[in-house]
């Protein structure tokens, strides 16, 4: 049996077993979801067309992950206006492995579910959590104060960085140079395209900068 299902603006062939990548849907993995926008079933000769949606019909798929696809580079240029744009983008989404093909109105499976609960782990003993827990407080509340005690740097020395991008630098929780400096690949990658930067980080070289500054040394 196999049945055509529609999601995200796309249209897919799949039978039990099938794994596919569809737009990122909700749910966490090792949950079972229900695709009810199916547009044809068939098993074997039986072929049943929906008009436009099989009546009944829905396919169940267990989430295996949510993920994000490769990155594509979005680039515009201008002739003889010096205008150069340059930009990321990696598609979220969710993998899935088809469980059953529902037809006349069945209900998928909650096997998934019924598993998860016999995995969780047991509650640990109040007595136990009581002992615990004053001294775990005690470890904490240094860093808390430590944390509190620093600073925000003038994040608009960075070139390029004004009050609005200075705003949202420190809505994200950057607010020390020691933190830009700090940034590896990914985490350029993951700024530029939250805070919808397009490329600046790079190009303007927060980083290098943001070193010099965490010593004390003035662009």
Avoid: C
Avoid at 26 to 44: C, H
């Amino acid at each position: 049996m196999y049945a055509v299902v529609k999601t995200g603006g796309k249209q897919y062939r799949v039978s039990k077993d099938d794994i596919l990548k569809v737009e990122r849907l909700p749910g966490e993995a090792g949950e079972v979801i229900t695709l009810d926008d199916v547009l044809m079933v068939g098993d074997g000769k039986d072929l049943t067309v929906g008009e436009p949606q099989v009546a009944g019909a829905a396919v169940a798929a267990e989430i295996l992950e949510q993920a994000r696809a490769k990155k594509i580079i979005i680039f515009k240029k201008r002739r003889r206006q010096n205008y150069r744009r340059k930009a990321g983008h990696r598609q979220h989404l969710t993998v899935l492995r088809v469980t059953e093909i529902l037809t006349g109105g069945a209900k998928a499976k909650p096997a998934a579910k019924k598993a998860a609960k016999k995995e969780a782990p047991k509650a640990e003993p109040k007595k136990a959590v009581e002992k615990e827990a004053p001294k775990a407080a005690a470890k904490a509340a240094p860093k808390k104060a430590k944390t509190a005690a620093k600073e925000p740097d003038d994040l608009k020395k960075l070139s390029g960085v004004g009050p609005v991008l200075e705003k949202k630098l420190n809505e994200a929780g950057i607010t020390t140079y020691a933190q830009v400096a700090s940034w590896k690949a990914k985490d350029i990658e993951k700024f530029d395209e939250e805070l919808s930067f397009k490329g600046r980080i790079e190009r303007e070289g927060w980083v290098d900068q943001a070193k010099k500054l965490a010593k004390g040394e003035e662009e």
